[in-house]
């Protein structure tokens, strides 16, 4: 079974259920993160890692964590053909590798002005 949420860009906001049955096209491709077109209004899809963090939440693609003091951004890396956990200063981790010892504790949409932190 394939997992995903949503965003909506132009409304900055997750995609309901209806939307989600209705508006969305299923022509989007599997490669995350997926930007859509959709009468006029941009969607990002976020497919869901496959993996939990260490409290057992689902990870999904731009979800944030810390890591050793730092906070890293669950993201596929198209070479490597797997999520890895990217910080701010550009190093990264496998994702695989660490959710384990990390919690979710935001995204990328809702709780950027974490990443603007790291400075």
Do not use: Q
């Amino acid at each position: 079974m394939l997992k995903m949420r949503v965003w909506n860009i132009k409304e900055n906001r997750w995609a309901t259920m209806e939307e989600l049955l209705g508006d969305i096209p299923v022509s989007a491709t599997l490669n995350p993160p997926s930007i859509l077109t959709c009468g006029g209004e941009g969607w990002i899809v976020e497919l869901f890692t496959g993996l939990p963090d260490k409290d057992g939440k689902e990870v999904f693609d731009g979800d944030l964590f810390n890591f050793d003091g730092g906070i890293a951004r669950a993201e596929w890396c198209d070479d490597l053909a797997r999520y890895l956990a990217v910080f701010a200063d550009g190093s990264d981790l496998m994702l695989h590798a660490i959710t384990h010892r990390c919690a979710v504790i935001g995204n990328i949409h809702e709780h950027k002005y974490l990443l603007d932190r790291e400075d």
